[in-house]
């Protein structure tokens, strides 16, 4: 009864992750709808990735974990814009970046023990997840950023809006992999991710001609 119960409460805020982070990319950005979907949908990113440990397997649980950074990241640098960075946010670069870590090591140990399918997930999401945590760390935590601020004193919007696209793309992925639409489990956490990086691509040049921003 306690899993049943669990497993209601994990697929209903999943549903309204998916409706509220539909409807964050659809809608107009700013203002207070936005903010309020924006809340919802990290608390909802919270109790998913709590009740997935408990109900799945580690697999999911790292799904989760890696949705909930790049939410929580990109809504507390969407809040904070340039005012500047927390003891909280630099606690929460770190421990990503040790989770990434884990990540790795993890996909290592899977393809040394020959598995055909799991050690390219734990690989494609963890040299992600690395990826943007060492840069976080260097540019939040040590203040040496390892590449330009490009945009400017819009820098913060931009990161913002694709932290939260990439949350979005995990939690698609969660979906499309418990439904097994692609009846592949490899192909069930790839696709999202190649799709998904494809439209933060055009949503970039979208906001760029938008603001005029020519780089």
Do not use: C
């Amino acid at each position: 009864m306690e899993r049943e119960s669990i497993l209601l409460i994990h697929t209903i805020t999943g549903i309204i992750i998916f409706i509220s982070g539909l409807l964050q990319i659809l809608l107009k950005k700013g203002g207070k709808i936005h903010k309020i979907l924006g809340n919802v949908y990290l608390y909802s990113w919270f109790v998913v990735l709590i009740s997935g440990a408990y109900l799945g397997g580690f697999l999911i649980t790292i799904v989760g974990i890696f949705g909930f950074y790049f939410a929580l990241t990109g809504s507390r640098i969407g809040k904070l814009k340039n005012s500047g960075i927390t003891i909280f946010e630099k606690s929460t670069f770190i421990f990503g970046g040790l989770l990434a870590i884990v990540m790795l090591g993890y996909a290592i140990n899977l393809f040394i023990k020959g598995s055909k399918s799991y050690w390219i997930i734990f690989a494609v999401f963890g040299g992600i997840f690395t990826f943007v945590t060492v840069q976080d760390i260097f540019k939040y935590v040590l203040l040496k950023p390892l590449k330009k601020q490009i945009y400017g004193q819009l820098d913060w919007y931009f990161e913002h809006f694709t932290r939260m696209f990439i949350s979005f793309i995990a939690a698609t992925t969660a979906f499309v992999s418990i439904q097994d639409l692609f009846g592949n489990t490899t192909m069930n956490f790839i696709m999202p991710t190649i799709i998904g990086t494809i439209m933060i691509f055009f949503s970039t040049k979208f906001y760029k001609k938008k603001l005029n921003i020519e780089k």
